[in-house]
């Protein structure tokens, strides 16, 4: 979707926490049809607005889709019950925003890596780069970017020490930093642009790192949602 004749971004009305508290409620196709309208208005042209933006600086961002693409989730509803942007940095490494009942989110950094990326991370963590991680991880939770949520194994990865002094590292699947801010009136301003900003600009280190270092996937997203089964994931 283009981010291309959006007006300027002036935040989301009221209705768009409202819509998706009763898209969460009644998420049918129903309830899309007679409402499709309401997302039209309170959502995708704010959210377009917002991506129009930041293209400047961080490239067209890609809006979300509000279906959802049940080929690879067949069990899941049909309908997000949110709204956001994503747009890949020079290197690969995905920047997103969203924004849902629970208010603003934004995250840099990959949820999983493939294998190949988990093997090129993991050869880096242990080197020398993997001081340079903990620094940069250091500095951005000074600015309230932290990793949420990350999937990480339990034990230790199969052929490292259980005295590694990089570990917790070692054992992440995946690496993002997150910061979440409340709803609030204030989202019907145009701090949600500054914040979106600041964020994706604070997080750049770690962006950096994982375009140098870790580089884009090298198998599509679906298949990398896939339990891997190379002997780098496997604990030891």
Known sequence: MTTTDAHPFTGWPADAAAFLAELAADNTRAFWTENAHRYRTALLEPTRALAAALTEE???????????DRRFRPNA???????????A???????????SVQGLAVQVGYQA????????YRNS???????????????????????DGVS????????????????????????HVDRTWP??????????????????????PLADWLDAHVG???EPVFAARRPASSDNDQEG
């Open 58 to 68: 961080f490239g067209p961002p890609r809006v979300f889709r509000p279906h959802v």
């Open 77 to 87: 509803d049909p309908y997000r019950t949110d709204t956001g942007i994503t747009v």
């Open 89 to 99: 940095g020079p290197g690969g490494t995905p920047y997103a925003a969203a924004l």
């Open 113 to 120: 890596f493939d294998p190949g990326q988990l093997r090129r």
């Open 125 to 147: 963590v242990d080197g020398a780069a993997g001081e340079t991680l903990e620094e940069v991880l250091a500095a951005l939770r000074r600015d309230d970017l932290v990793p």
């Open 152 to 175: 990480a194994l339990t034990g230790r990865p199969r052929g490292y020490a259980a005295d590694h002094p990089r570990l917790a590292l070692l054992r992440v699947r995946g690496l």
């Open 183 to 204: 709803p609030g009136e204030w989202l019907g301003t145009d701090e949600p642009l500054e914040q979106v900003r600041a964020a994706w600009r604070a997080a750049r």
């Open 216 to 218: 884009p996937r090298d």
